[in-house]
């Protein structure tokens, strides 16, 4: 049961469920009551997935379970939404939110900090919770695609937003399930082809020479569904040295079987850009370009109460580092040249009960990575990849994954514990425990706590780069912490609202720091590095108020860092959003016009060395800021024209030291929607 409209929440109640259409959790913001159900539901509605999977098999066994409250937004398969905070946002949001990229979007939902350097995409960093990029696990479809040599590379994912389904956003530590990386929280982005015939062109431009051109396709038939996407984009630059151009190809493909689903995807990414100070500002005229090679193929069988899902993977990235774009210094050795490969196979199973359910499951996974900067000396130098260049140096590593988990539901009570074994032939073995409890005080209001602890390994970048002004440590250490979470979630049919409070203690946390008095960056562990923190989350259904609003959504929140003692200059880890405040409002009016708008305030930690030129810089403050970004349209049966205005307040503001970000950006874009 689909619901059309998005901001429509309605409250149901069931005795019985069986082989209906309604047997899958697919209705957006409804509050479910359930008494008896088959289990053709959302199995990863309850506290504990399985390694993130992007749907549910139908089961076609009756199973009795202890009425429970299912917030059935949408089915989150990064964690349960009754115990933790997760967002999701759907594919409907998608559409109203006033975004290009998945960084931009990213940035309006759920008071995420995006540390952007290149605009529309080009290169931004998730940060959550006062962590820091490389303590965000990013997954697609449930697959682990984090970037070994660093955090900068995670969102160098060949996918478009109308490929994208949902976004599942788990805010907190996720280790305990998906390994090192989910630290403060994880990512996970689900494409999923569509069972009709119909197809999407879109041609976005604007000023500052951009372009954004986008065809997709989707595919079905009989058992079999597709979907296929090419996008082009590409400017001039808002300042010199910000150009950039980015091809981006992907593909989804599912085949049902009589026990299961078969699928694959994979995707294509050629992106090259600008950099215009973004590593270090004394050399402004920076220049990268990446690659993204990434694919999986899986399968999903249900047999009886059991579901068993297995798959493999494989990632491929290389990155070319230019210092001088042109006229380099004549101390310049040439440009730093990189390539990982990641390659992996995991198994999952659960099985249900009219009690709870469990969860099993292991994940075998090879990182490695080739280049002239990063690593140990190689017997014998290997041919860039795509590149006039030789790589000499490389590392690797290899690790072993095995959890367990049980969920119980009784009384009202959702309680979930778990834990994990995790062996690196680098890093030994690391054990990573949660447990999680929730209570229904009413069909509406729903109290949380919990308790998880998880870790982060060093990348590649953090061992081991040298460069003018940074050097990495071969002796890092993994990085620890244990977070004390609490919470209430409040549903209702017109207002959804979350509250939570969380206490994360960290051990031997990896920054890139220095003394005031010196010049090059280096990392290291920091010995204790504590953060307190608050999540506020409120969405009002405003549909039926006749003011020509839909919905207002509220998202704040707060990360304090507890500074280590001493005096050392953080680069990363001490200049976290202390403030992230995000207010949207979606409105429509008569005859097909609508207006989306988002306000965001951000306070951030800090100061930074502002360089007025490459030997002078003076100490100073991260700028508060408020930004306004704008959509406003007019719908005619399947076109769709726009204008958006991004920083329409025309602010000026960093996200990253000394990387001036746009000011206001005001383009026109078209959407076709047609069916073969």
């Known amino acids: 049961m689909r619901m059309k409209n998005f901001f429509k929440s309605v409250t149901m109640r069931f005795s019985k469920w069986s082989h209906k259409g309604y047997g899958v959790f697919e209705s957006i913001r409804n509050v479910v009551n359930i008494g008896v159900l088959p289990l053709s539901y959302c199995l990863l509605a309850m506290p504990m997935a399985t390694f993130a999977q992007t749907d549910s098999v139908t089961v076609s066994k009756n199973v009795d379970i202890e009425e429970v409250v299912v917030n059935a937004r949408k089915k989150a398969s990064t964690y349960s939404e009754l115990t933790r905070v997760v967002s999701v946002v ?49 997954l697609l479809n449930g697959i682990n695609v984090t970037d070994p040599q660093t955090g ?42 569509d069972g009709d015939n119909h197809g999407n062109l879109s041609v976005f431009a604007a000023e500052h020479g951009l372009l954004k051109s986008n065809l997709s396709q989707n595919i079905s038939k009989n058992n079999f569904k597709t979907f296929i996407s090419a996008s082009y ?36 990414q050629d992106k090259g850009f600008g950099a215009n100070s973004f590593y270090t500002p004394k050399f402004p005229n920076q220049y990268e370009a990446t690659k993204a090679l990434l694919g999986s193929f899986g399968y999903d069988m249900q047999m009886g109460y059991f579901t068993l ?55 075998l996974r090879r990182e490695e990575i080739l280049s002239n900067k990063l690593g140990s000396e190689l017997v014998d130098s290997v041919k860039a990849w795509g590149e006039d260049a030789y790589y000499t140096k490389g590392d690797s590593r290899n690790s072993f994954i095995a959890f367990a988990s049980q969920a119980v539901y009784l009384n009202g009570f959702a309680i979930s514990a778990g834990g994990q074994f995790y062996h690196s032939n680098k890093f030994g073995n690391n054990w990573t425990w949660g447990v999680d409890l929730s209570y229904g005080l009413t069909s509406m209001l ?39 979470e609490g919470g209430v979630k409040f549903n209702h049919k017109l207002v959804h609202s979350e509250l939570s409070f969380y206490y994360r203690e960290g051990n031997d946390i990896i ?14 562990n920091y010995t204790k590095l504590n953060t307190l923190g608050a999540n506020v989350y409120l969405s009002v259904n405003t549909t039926n108020l006749n003011f020509f609003t839909n919905k207002i959504s509220l998202s704040y929140s707060f990360a304090n860092n507890e500074k280590p003692k001493g005096d050392l200059d953080s680069y990363y880890v001490l200049d976290n959003l202390k403030h992230n405040l995000s207010i949207a409002g979606y409105h429509t009016f008569p005859k097909g016009f609508y207006l989306n708008w988002t306000l965001r305030y951000q306070e951030r930690y800090g100061e930074y060395l502002k360089y007025v030129d490459a030997s002078t810089s003076i100490q100073t403050p991260y700028p508060n800021v408020w930004l306004l970004d704008l959509r406003a349209g007019y719908s005619f049966k399947n076109i769709n024209v726009f204008v958006d ?11 990253i030291a000394n990387v001036t970000q746009p000011g206001r950006w005001v383009g026109i874009g078209i959407n076709y929607n047609f069916n073969l």
């Open 233 to 268: 984009d590409k400017s001039n630059g808002y300042i010199d040295n910000t150009d950039f151009k980015r091809l981006n190809l992907y593909s989804h493909s599912t085949y049902k079987l009589s026990n299961g689903e078969v699928y694959l995807f994979a995707g294509y």
């Open 645 to 655: 205005a991004s920083n329409a307040l025309d602010q000026e503001y960093v996200d």
């Open 446 to 484: 729903r109290p949380f706590a919990s308790v998880n602890r998880s870790f982060r390994l060093p990348t590649f970048t953090d061992l081991y780069y040298q460069g003018p002004t940074n050097m990495g440590n071969p002796n890092l250490k993994a990085e620890f912490a244990t977070t004390y």
């Open 152 to 193: 900068h590379h995670n969102l160098n994912i060949p996918v478009d937003l109308d490929a994208i389904e949902r976004i599942e956003i788990l805010q907190g530590p996720g280790a305990r399930e998906y390994g090192p990386g989910a630290f403060a929280g994880a990512i996970n982005i689900i494409t999923k082809p």
């Open 90 to 138: 759907s594919r409907d949001e998608l559409g109203q939110r006033k975004a290009t990229s998945l960084g931009e979007l990213l940035e309006q939902v759920a008071a995420i900090d995006i540390r952007q350097r290149g605009t529309h995409g080009v290169q931004a960093d998730i940060n959550l919770r006062g962590g820091t990029f490389d303590q965000v696990l990013v």
């Open 309 to 363: 899902k297995a798959a493999t993977y494989y990632r491929k990235h290389t990155d070319r580092f230019e210092l001088f774009r042109e006229n380099p210094a004549s101390w310049y050795t040439g440009h730093n040249y990189h390539a990982t490969d990641v390659y992996g196979v995991k198994m999952s199973g659960n099985r249900i009960y009219s009690w709870g359910k469990t969860d099993l499951g292991v994940e």
């Open 511 to 524: 920054d890139w720091v220095k003394a005031p008095s010196e010049m090059v960056w280096t990392t290291t």
